[in-house]
């Protein structure tokens, strides 16, 4: 199986502030990955897919980056409704997750 | 508009079956894959079955292989697992997910509940 290790675990920014999670995988996943937004009692929600592509519907203030082994989301500008948990998924091989960021307002 | 609505979650004893619907509606059902994940408490998400498009095909991680059977019905536009042997380390929200290919999650289910208890 490919490990998702994802950092921070957990992470405070202000209104207005630029926010980059980051994702990385225990071998070469050819930019299959994707990002997930979820709410508190909210299923996930579908940011951003083969690692820099922006799902229909999701602010340009959000962007994907990173090959190989190392990618990353970045929240630029961050807004209120931004509060959530963020999830990274590889599909190159069976598809598995990063552990998760909690983004809190500080 | 793209649905996914889950059903058939609930209380459940060790050992138990439990079987959960996925009904959709707002794409063509047939031609995409029907895909499970799940969701322990407090916790991060675990994929735990996917099928393709004509139902031929399953995939299963080892965690539930031989106790989870995903299918499909093409011609009721819904989704099923059926849950056998149920532990207490299957308690979780579960979530029906499209994807195109063996890819990304594109639309999720509300997900269903399933707890597993004495």
């Known amino acids: 199986d490919i490990q998702m290790t994802q950092s921070p675990a957990s992470l405070s920014a202000s209104l207005g502030e630029t926010v980059t999670i980051e994702c990385r995988a225990s071998e070469d996943i050819y930019n299959g990955l994707a990002w997930y937004q979820q709410k508190p009692g909210k299923s996930p929600q579908l940011l951003i897919y083969?690692?820099?592509s922006l799902h229909t519907g999701v602010p340009s203030r959000f962007s994907g980056s990173g090959s190989g082994t190392q990618y990353s989301l970045k929240i630029n500008s961050l807004q209120s409704e931004d509060v959530a948990s963020y999830f990274c998924q590889q599909y190159y091989d069976y598809p598995t997750f990063g552990g998760g960021t909690k983004l809190e307002l500080k | 508009e793209v649905q996914l609505v889950e059903s058939g979650g609930g209380l459940v004893q060790p050992g138990s079956p439990l079987k959960l619907s996925c009904a959709a509606s707002g794409f063509t059902f047939s031609s995409n894959w029907l895909n499970w994940i799940r969701q322990a408490p407090g916790k991060g998400l675990e994929w735990v079955a996917s099928?393709?498009?004509?139902?031929?095909?399953?995939y299963y991680p080892d965690t539930v292989k031989g106790r989870f059977v995903v299918s499909k019905d093409n011609a009721k536009n819904t989704g099923y697992l059926q849950m056998n042997n149920l532990r207490s380390e299957d308690t979780a929200m579960y979530y029906c997910?499209?994807?195109?290919?063996?890819?990304?999650?594109?639309?999720w289910g509300q997900g269903v509940m399933v707890t597993v208890s004495s």
């Open positions: 099928i393709n498009p004509d139902g031929s095909s399953t």
């Open positions: 083969n690692a820099n």
């Open positions: 997910a499209r994807t195109r290919g063996s890819d990304y999650f594109d639309y």
